[in-house]
Nanobody, 122 residues
Framework: QVQLVESGGGLVQAGGSLRLSCAVTGADFGISNMGWYRQAPGKGRELVADITSGGDPLYDDSVKGRFTISRDNAKNTMHLEMNNLKSEDTAVYYC????????????????WGQGTQVTVSS
C-alpha cells in the first residue's frame, strides 16, 4: 500500500529552473532517509541528493550549489529545487524512501517512485 508519486518534471532550457516533488502515502510507521536519483539513457542510476529524517542533506558534486533538497515530515513530502540546469542534467529522476514497515527502527524497506522525465535543451 506504500506509494511514491513524483511530479514536476518537464522540458526546460539550459539555465532554467525546475522543482520536483515526491509525495509518500501509506507510511504508517514513518520514513527514515529519502533521496533523489537519476538515470540517463545508457547509464546507471546515480545519486543526486539525499536527506535524513532530521533534514541533513548530502549532494553529489555535479549538482552542489545548484540543487536544493528538502522535506516536510508532517506531510510526507520531499522536494528538489533545481536551478541553473544544464544539458547533462537530462535524465529520469526517481524518488527513493526508506520506510519503516513495523513499529521498530530496524524494520525498513526501500521504495522507489516510477520516475519523472527532466529534459534540458541546450
Amino acid at each position: 500500500q506504500v506509494q511514491l508519486v513524483e511530479s514536476g518534471g518537464g522540458l526546460v532550457q539550459a539555465g532554467g529552473s525546475l522543482r520536483l516533488s515526491c509525495a509518500v502515502t501509506g507510511a504508517d510507521f514513518g520514513i527514515s532517509n529519502m533521496g533523489w536519483y537519476r538515470q540517463a539513457p545508457g547509464k546507471g542510476r546515480e545519486l543526486v541528493a539525499d536527506i535524513t529524517s532530521g533534514g541533513d542533506p548530502l549532494y553529489d558534486d555535479s549538482v552542489k550549489g545548484r540543487f536544493t533538497i528538502s522535506r516536510d515530515n508532517a506531510k510526507n513530502t520531499m522536494h528538489l529545487e533545481m536551478n541553473n540546469l544544464k544539458s547533462e542534467d537530462t535524465a529520469v529522476y526517481y524518488c527513493k524512501a526508506e520506510i519503516r514497515v513495523r513499529p521498530n527502527r530496524e524494520a525498513i524497506r526501500i521504495y522507489w517512485g516510477q520516475g519523472t522525465q527532466v529534459t534540458v535543451s541546450s
